[in-house]
Every structure is written in structure tokens, then in C-alpha cells.
């Protein structure tokens, strides 16, 4: 009764889009977070068949996930916390994202001279959130350059992440980025990747994408910027649920948690099983668009966690029948961005957040 069909062929031609636009020698497909509500191996092995050298995640165990998923691929994970799982990352060659003079450290203690470390150091370049700041930068490539001499460590990348706030800012974090790369040069490392923007900044700062273009919300069919608008991406995901019930009300009947919603005439009502636990935002209560037949409707009050109820005044409709909550706009389904455009979110969260419940039917 609910389904999230995930189409691999719009990952991949997504990605080709973008990467022949962002014009940098590889690209990265980023499948954190269940591949952003897509799965992660599915995400991964599309994004590989259109040519994507490596991948992303934020966790550990997401990357350890890929390889017991047989992706052998190169995976860089760049979130590390005190528990995170260092030497199985090391042992199966998950490059480790170095935000933090002790992560290095811990690095350097799980790796062996036959088993070295594989490390990128993320540079703060001014969004003030994961990565090393300018004071570290200096202690961090000596140390990371000891650890090379001492065949423990190879640093294969260095990599920043930019706020997006505008290209102002995204050249001003380039350049303070620049100067990072200037004392890890200084400090003898000569790191094989640098890489710096995601589905935006490396499609709208061309030129500075570096080695490596790291492709997220964008890949999965999202544009954000006019530059992405003339990419003709494609949604990937499409959320449906069955008509379970459909009643009629007279004019006038409250409908949902608080009576949010009044019929206005003598109405039929349906009943779709998808609510806030699948993914549905709460905040798209009376707002979310949803496609029934050929037939656009929105939600009639609150989202409930389990159910929302469509008002479709007297169009014909049966139990079994499919609503479309988000899809592909280019098939007249609304996109999950207009779901994030009235729930006050933005697209990542709307397709990351889609719940456990629902099924991923893979096309
Ligand atoms: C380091 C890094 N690279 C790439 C991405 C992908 O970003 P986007 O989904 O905007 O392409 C993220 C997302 O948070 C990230 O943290």
C-alpha cells in the first residue's frame, strides 16, 4: 500500500549531466544517508555505471556498508566520531576524512606499515563546521607528513565544503582554501586529489572543481541553481501510496488531528496510508500537492503520522487506486522540492527523511 519506486537510470543520467558540466576530471556520487533516502547500493552502483570514480558517505559504517554491499570502489567517509569503526575502515581501504588533529592521530594508531592509513584532510575554508581551521593547519600537515615518513599514513586528498551562501562567498572560501594547500605543500605533502564543490559549487564555480566533483542532492534530480535548471535532471524517487478508504462527508465535516481542514460542499474523501513515519513533512499539512488519476489535489488537513486524507470533491475514485505525493515532474508528478517549497524545508530533507516502513521498489 505504500512504495517508493527508486529509477537507477535517472542517478546515472543524472550524474552524467552533471559531470560533463562541472568538466572535472572525476566525479564523486555522495550516498550518505541511505544514498539520500534512495539506497545507498543502489545510488552507489548507478552513479558508478555513469562513470563516477568514488564515493561518498558521511559515516564509517555507510562505507563498510558499500563493501559488504561488493562495492569496491573508492569510498571516502568524512565523519568520524570516538567510536567509529577506524581499523575495519582501514583494513577494507575507506579513505578517512580528517576534520580533526585527534582523528589523524587515531588514523595513524589503527593503521600498520603492510595496512596504512588512507587519509583526506578536510580544510575549514570558512563555513565554520567540519574541517581543520587555519591554526591546525600547519601542526596537522607536519604531523600527517611524519606519519607518511613513517609509513603509516598516505594523504591522498585534501577537500573543503562551501556554504553556498553566494559566489562571493564560495570564491572567498576558494581562496582561504588555496592558502591550505599552500602550507600542506610547504609541509612536503603532495596529495593526489583536491577537490571542493558539491551539486552546486562545482557546476557554478567552473574551473575551481578541481580533481573531484562531489554530486548529491543533484544527482538524485534536484536543481537548485538556473545552471542545474538547464541540466534537465530527473527526480529518482517517486513516492506513492494506495487509496485505502474513500467516504463521503457532507459540508461542513472537520477533517484531521485539530479539524484543521472543513469540507466546503458534500465531498468524497480519501485515505492515503502515508504520513509523518514514512516521510511525509507534518509541515505540508494542508499544502502538500498529491496526484490522484490524472487529477492534482492537496492534503486536507493535518499529516498524521500514519494517513493523510485527500479532499477530491466528485471525482471518481476507488480503493486500490495510486496517489503520487512526489515524483517526476516531467510525468506530471509534483516534485518532492514543492513538498520541501510549502513545508518551509528543502528537497534533501524531504528525500532523506522518507521512513524505513516504505518500500524501495528499485526499477
Ligand atoms: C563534504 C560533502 N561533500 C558533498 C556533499 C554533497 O552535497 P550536495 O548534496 O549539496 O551535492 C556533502 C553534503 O552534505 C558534504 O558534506
Redesign the pocket.
Known amino acids: 500500500m505504500r512504495e517508493a519506486l527508486i529509477r537507477p537510470s535517472l542517478i546515472s543520467a543524472n550524474v552524467e549531466a552533471l559531470h560533463a558540466r562541472a568538466a572535472t576530471p572525476q566525479s564523486?556520487l555522495?550516498v550518505?544517508a541511505d544514498g539520500?533516502g534512495h539506497g545507498a547500493l543502489t545510488a552507489a552502483r548507478a552513479g558508478l555505471e555513469a562513470g563516477a570514480t568514488w564515493l561518498?558517505t558521511?559515516d564509517i559504517d555507510e562505507a563498510l556498508a558499500l563493501r559488504a554491499g561488493g562495492i569496491d570502489a573508492p569510498i571516502l567517509a568524512?565523519l568520524i566520531g570516538p567510536d567509529s569503526a577506524v581499523a575495519e575502515a582501514i583494513q577494507v581501504g575507506i579513505d578517512l576524512?580528517i576534520s580533526s588533529p585527534w582523528q589523524l592521530d587515531v588514523a595513524a594508531k589503527h593503521a600498520t606499515t603492510a595496512t596504512p592509513a588512507t587519509v583526506q584532510l578536510?580544510i575549514d575554508s570558512g563555513m565554520g563546521r567540519?574541517g581543520l581551521t587555519e591554526p591546525d593547519w600547519a601542526p596537522v600537515a607536519s604531523r600527517a607528513k611524519e606519519y607518511e615518513r613513517q609509513g603509516l599514513i598516505r594523504v591522498r586528498g585534501v577537500?573543503t565544503?562551501l556554504s553556498?551562501e553566494s559566489t562571493t562567498s564560495d570564491n572567498t572560501q576558494l581562496e582561504r582554501f588555496e592558502r591550505a594547500l599552500a602550507v600542506l605543500h610547504d609541509a612536503g605533502l603532495r596529495p593526489e586529489l583536491t577537490h571542493a564543490g558539491?551539486?552546486?559549487g562545482s557546476i557554478r564555480t567552473p574551473g575551481r572543481g578541481y580533481d573531484l566533483a562531489?554530486?548529491?542532492?543533484?544527482?538524485y534530480g534536484f536543481a537548485?541553481t538556473p545552471e542545474h535548471e538547464a541540466l534537465g535532471l530527473r527526480p529518482a524517487m517517486r513516492l506513492s501510496g494506495q487509496v485505502i478508504v474513500t467516504k463521503r462527508l457532507p459540508a461542513g465535516h472537520g477533517v484531521g488531528y485539530d479539524l484543521t481542514y472543513t469540507t466546503a460542499s458534500d465531498t468524497t474523501m480519501a485515505i492515503i496510508p502515508l504520513g509523518y513515519a514514512d516521510g511525509v513533512p507534518r509541515h505540508g499539512s494542508s499544502a502538500g500537492p498529491v496526484v490522484l488519476g490524472d487529477q492534482r489535489f492537496q492534503v486536507a488537513g493535518r499529516v498524521s503520522m500514519d494517513q493523510i486524507s485527500i479532499d477530491v470533491g466528485d471525482h471518481p475514485v476507488q480503493v486500490g487506486q495510486w496517489a503520487v505525493l512526489w515524483g517526476d515532474p516531467t510525468e506530471g508528478h509534483p516534485s518532492a522540492a514543492e513538498w520541501a517549497a510549502v513545508s518551509g524545508t528543502i528537497p534533501?530533507e524531504v528525500v532523506s527523511l522518507l521512513g524505513s516502513r516504505v518500500p524501495r521498489v528499485v526499477q
Not at 214 to 219: L, Y
Open positions: 564523486m555522495v550518505k539520500y561518498g558521511a568524512w576524512g578536510k567540519g577537500f565544503h553556498l558539491a551539486s552546486v562531489r554530486f548529491g542532492i543533484a544527482a537548485l534533501y
